[in-house]
């Protein structure tokens, strides 16, 4: 298996423009979920998803970041307007209920 | 929500040293406590887990305990290597396969 597999590794964009990274879970797992990561907060759950369901985006930090799971191999996180405080490294991670595989992250700057 | 507070947050040992990392958290109906190893530009990896009916738990020489009367869990490393050398997560969910929250990580230094 290839594994959890993140694109792009890597996105600098422009403030305002529109941001969407993707991610191809694990055949098999049914949850996925998508999280960021700075230096200031660690961590952060932003949204996951059970069976392509999402079950809790309560750390959707705004209205701009939006996610979709249409199929069970594939799921968005859509930044749009992005911003500069936006710029972290989001992983994707994936999971049948034991602990998680992450990706490899994008890691995105804004600018 | 559950909060995860990790300690200390920078660590360095000589090779062949232990290291210990702790943890505690805050919602008692946690179960399941993973942690992950998360080297230079890569994602975090799993590298060993527990549940909440377990006290303790060994894989050659990473060891995890778990006292769940004073919700805290900890980390064991033994006979530490340089290759060892990254940040560690804790984290502690409600039951595996729900949202995990993680701690803030420790970033550990083995000296040869």
């Known amino acids: 298996d290839a594994g959890v597999i993140q694109s792009p590794r890597h996105e600098v964009t422009e403030m305002g423009q529109e941001v969407t990274l993707r991610c191809k879970p694990i055949?098999?797992?049914?949850?996925l979920f998508w999280y960021r990561q700075t230096m200031m907060r660690g961590l952060e759950l932003l949204i996951y998803?059970?069976?392509?369901?999402?079950?809790?985006d309560s750390g959707m930090p705004e209205d701009r970041f939006s996610a979709k799971m249409p199929n069970a191999s594939f799921s968005t996180l859509k930044i749009q307007p992005s911003e500069p405080r936006d710029s972290a490294v989001y992983f994707c991670?994936?999971?049948?209920?034991?602990?998680?595989?992450f990706g490899s992250g994008t890691r995105l700057t804004v600018v | 929500g559950e909060n995860v507070e990790q300690h200390p947050s920078t660590l360095s040992v000589q090779e062949g040293d232990s290291a210990v990392i702790k943890c505690t958290y805050s919602?008692?109906?946690?179960?399941?406590f993973p942690w992950y190893k998360q080297e230079l530009g890569k994602g975090p990896q799993l590298i060993i887990d527990i549940r909440s009916n377990v006290g303790e738990k060994k894989d050659q020489r990473i060891a995890v305990t778990l006292n769940k009367t004073a919700k805290h869990f900890s980390l064991h490393i033994t006979e530490t290597q340089p290759e060892d050398s990254a940040v560690y997560f804790c984290a502690a969910s409600i039951r595996s396969g729900y949202a995990l929250n993680f701690g803030k990580g420790t970033s550990l230094l083995v000296t040869p």
């Open positions: 919602d008692s109906a946690s179960n399941y």
């Open positions: 998803f059970n069976n392509n369901v999402p079950i809790d």
């Open positions: 055949s098999g797992h049914d949850y």
């Open positions: 991670a994936s999971s049948t209920g034991g602990g998680y595989t």
